[in-house]
């Protein structure tokens, strides 16, 4: 693409640059030659041909900018469409996937109520209602890509937070690496979507894990 634009800037330059020395050239001998027939081309003769070389110098670098510019607009211009593409089906999924998904968190939260009085199963249904409610978070991410859903800011300690996710960070670590979190002495309040910022917690523990193929301890560590 550039070596095309180049080319283009150029042929631009050439053509001025041609047409004005043909002109200068032509208008002088016109002017002069007819009436001289020894004639040589004058200071001035030079002097403008030197400034149309300079000036179509000047033409091939303006020319080459706008054309740079005209290109990166058109490359953004493509790049958008194909993210708001993109973003459409990204939303159609996301709904759909949330239709399944609803079904899935209350049935679940109907058989851990029924199984009170078994543990074991008590426990397998809790873990498709977080498996569930896991993936309406990842849900509401997809909306929030496909700008369907904006950004809620709201107030909140980040360690509550992380100490509440932290059920969920232990299943999502797997069995070989163990996650450990301190609660800061002091509460830090931060202003933050929930679901972005559960997934950036998530993923600092997935990108742990698999740094971590032989298992190990994701742990936080306060350094101010």
């Not at 208008?27 to 020894?38: F, K, Q």
């Not at 194909?82 to 899935?104: C, K, P, Q, W, Y």
């Not at 409610?133 to 904006?150: K, N």
Request: neutral net charge; contains cysteine; proline residues 4%.
């Amino acid at each position: 693409m550039f070596r095309k634009i180049d080319l283009a800037s150029y042929r631009i330059a050439a053509i001025y640059c041609a047409a004005g020395l043909v002109y200068i050239w032509l208008s002088d001998w016109i002017v002069v030659g007819e009436r001289s027939p020894d004639w040589r081309p004058g200071i001035e003769t030079l002097k403008g041909s030197l400034f149309v070389i300079a000036s179509a110098v000047r033409i091939a670098w303006l020319a080459r900018r706008e054309m740079r510019h005209f290109d990166n607009a058109l490359r953004v211009s493509h790049a958008a469409q194909r993210m708001e593409a993109l973003g459409r089906i990204t939303s159609g999924v996301a709904h759909d996937f949330n239709n399944l998904l609803t079904l899935v968190i209350s049935n679940a939260e109907i058989l851990e109520q029924e199984l009170a009085d078994q543990p074991e199963q008590r426990a397998c249904a809790a873990s498709i209602l977080s498996a569930g409610e896991r993936g309406a978070q990842l849900v509401t991410h997809l909306l929030t890509f496909a700008r369907e859903r904006p950004a809620r800011l709201v107030e909140m300690d980040i360690g509550e937070r992380i100490a509440a996710l932290h059920p969920i960070l232990e299943r999502s670590a797997g069995a070989g690496v163990s996650v450990s979190f301190v609660p800061p002495e002091v509460p830090i309040r931060v202003l933050s979507d929930l679901a972005q910022l559960d997934a950036a917690v998530l993923n600092l523990v997935i990108n742990a894990r698999d740094a971590m193929p032989a298992g190990g301890m994701c742990g936080s560590r306060r350094m101010l």
